[in-house]
């Protein structure tokens, strides 16, 4: 017969050992689930490169397709809202 404190030091155990089971493969927000390095700073770099530079690698044809507007109205929507709202200004991080 067992009592409740053997019934609990088991429960402890098999608690710990599921526990043990997923903690090392586990990196994202879901067991089971794999993360995926997007190369988000890669990509950034790329479409700033492709429509935002210069001499961009695009037209403005090409840009006003992708975002549905003319590349002028969008650069003015873009100022407006970094002088109004110092969320979209460029800071150094805290690292």
């Known amino acids: 017969m067992v009592d409740d404190q053997e019934e609990t030091a088991i429960a402890?155990?098999?608690a710990r050992e599921a526990a043990a089971r997923w903690a090392p493969g586990r990196r994202?927000?879901?067991?089971?689930?794999l993360v995926i390095d997007r190369d988000h700073a890669g990509g950034h770099a790329r479409i700033m490169a492709d429509?935002?530079?210069a001499n961009p690698v695009y037209t403005d044809?090409?840009?006003r397709h992708r975002y549905r507007m003319r590349r002028p109205l969008f650069l003015r929507i873009m100022n407006n809202?970094?002088?109004r709202d110092p969320w979209f200004l460029c800071h150094a991080d805290a690292t």
């Open 51 to 53: 429509y935002f530079i």
């Open 12 to 14: 402890v155990r098999h």
């Open 81 to 83: 809202m970094m002088e």
């Open 61 to 63: 044809y090409h840009f």
């Open 28 to 33: 994202g927000s879901v067991p089971g689930h």
